[in-house]
């Protein structure tokens, strides 16, 4: 298994950017790739940017140019630049690893922007 541990979050006004940071333990040598997705209140969650080990990004359409994903192999630690922030991207961000045999998920960031 992975343990990831999010942090960063916090409440930001509309237009405001954060970084979030997801620090990686474990059996890291078996990740493929990483993740940061989002849920707002009542809703499904979304992905909102992916990386793989060779460092090929997938964003979400709404947060293309805005959001920019990053890793620190030597530290095992995954980000998320987020700027421009909306108060519809309000919501718990999580950090997802895919690794051989199945994923594993931190238990979240509180990421409040406010209009």
């Known amino acids: 298994q992975v343990q990831l541990v999010e942090s960063g979050g916090g409440l930001v006004q509309a237009g405001g950017s954060l970084r979030l940071s997801c620090s990686v333990s474990?059996?890291?040598?078996?990740?493929?790739?990483m993740g940061w997705y989002r849920q707002a209140p009542g809703k499904q969650r979304e992905l909102v940017a992916t990386i793989t080990n060779g460092g090929s990004t997938n964003y979400a359409a709404s947060v293309q140019g805005r959001f920019t994903i990053s890793r620190d192999n030597a530290r095992n630690i995954l980000y998320l630049q987020m700027n421009d922030l909306k108060p519809e991207e309000t919501g718990v961000y999580y950090c997802?690893?895919?690794?051989?045999?199945?994923?594993?998920w931190g238990q979240g960031t509180q990421v409040t922007v406010s209009s």
């Open positions: 997802k690893a895919d690794r051989w045999g199945g994923s594993d």
């Open positions: 474990g059996r890291t040598f078996s990740i493929a790739a």
